[in-house]
């Protein structure tokens, strides 16, 4: 399956519900009150991941013609503030209901059992199975992969960064495509590595004050490209990478087009694309057109569902970097290359 492609649009910020409104399927197939969109930790205006699914949401709505919410996470929030989110969704007919993160893993589960004719979606997680949700999962590792290649092969000082907005499994993922990515291109290229916080609630992907603080940190080591797999916080390190004029490498949207980042983005050399703005909009496509997906549905990069933005110009300039990208891009998809997840 090849997903659409959402190219990000600016977004605000703020914990309140919006909503529109729009018309029926003129097919007659649809009869939902639109889709359902509630966001993971950092909230619309990330410039990131939450963005990407938000972009995805307003497309399907303008092109659809139907109606939506969607709705901001509150602080140290529980799994049951996320039950009741999804399930007073539910209840005011919105279809489908997407979960924006594994976060939403427990949520999903109880109350998709409850509407079984509604379609839930999860975005990052695999473990809920039921006939009327959607996992929707990405390979980051391999756009990792190709981030780790751009990274060691246009570092001038052999040394590099990762850092991880929460030390969990799923970021892992990020970190092993982008160290096997990198050593690919040079076994000796140094890495540093640093995870914000433990845990979500600590505000590992929603803090861009320790995503300076760690940026900085690196630099001063010697790191000259920082890969941030990191939400919100993501934008500290972009902002660090910029003062100090090294590279950055963006995450999950193409950051080099955000306007929040504008005055960054002549530093930003590329993102790590997953398209979850594309998954939300097939999902969406899928209910209004009377044939909801179930079961996973996985993004990689020989479907489109990964990939890794070009947009700088000054990326596009230094074509050595380019190549061996586009390479390790072919090898992956021909299945010469496999990438760890580990």
């Not at 209901?97 to 939403?104: C, L, Q, S």
């Not at 495509?177 to 609630?201: C, E, H, R, W």
């Not at 939400?231 to 929040?260: C, E, H, M, P, R």
Request: proline share 3%; with cysteine.
């Amino acid at each position: 399956m090849t997903m659409a492609v959402i190219a990000l649009a600016a977004a605000g910020c703020g914990k309140s519900s919006t909503e529109s409104t729009g018309s029926s399927s003129s097919s007659g197939k649809y009869s939902g009150k639109g889709i359902g969109l509630a966001y993971d930790i950092g909230g619309k205006g990330d410039q990131s991941f939450n963005d990407a699914a938000y972009n995805g949401f307003l497309k399907a709505e303008k092109d659809f013609k139907i109606g939506g919410r969607d709705v901001e996470p509150a602080d140290n929030e529980t799994d049951a503030d996320k039950v009741q989110r999804l399930d007073e969704l539910a209840k005011a007919g919105y279809n489908p209901i997407i979960g924006v993160g594994f976060v939403y893993a427990p949520a999903v589960k109880e109350v998709a059992a409850k509407y079984p004719k509604i379609t839930f979606g999860i975005i990052d997680d695999n473990e809920v199975t039921a006939k009327n949700v959607v996992d929707m999962v990405f390979a980051a590792e391999q756009s990792s992969y190709l981030a780790g290649v751009a990274a060691a092969s246009a570092t001038k000082k052999d040394h590099i960064g990762f850092i991880g907005g929460v030390d969990i499994p799923l970021i892992h993922t990020f970190e092993a495509g982008f160290d096997q990515g990198a050593k690919s291109v040079n076994p000796k290229v140094k890495i540093d590595s640093q995870y914000l916080t433990q845990t979500a609630q600590e505000g590992g992907f929603s803090s861009p004050d320790k995503g300076k603080a760690a940026a900085q940190g690196q630099i001063d080591a010697g790191a000259d490209v920082i890969y941030h797999a990191a939400g919100l916080s993501g934008q500290g390190v972009i902002q660090a990478a910029a003062s100090a004029k090294i590279w950055a490498i963006g995450v999950d949207s193409d950051q080099y087009g955000q306007s929040a980042l504008a005055k960054y983005k002549d530093y930003i050399l590329g993102s790590a694309l997953k398209n979850v703005g594309g998954a939300v909009y097939d999902l969406a496509k899928s209910v209004y057109e009377g044939k909801p997906e179930s079961g996973v549905v996985s993004g990689t990069l020989k479907s489109g569902g990964v990939g890794f933005a070009d947009t700088n110009p000054k990326y596009k300039a230094m074509t050595k970097v380019v190549a061996a990208v586009d390479k390790a891009k072919q090898d992956i998809i021909s299945g010469k290359v496999t990438v760890n997840t580990k």
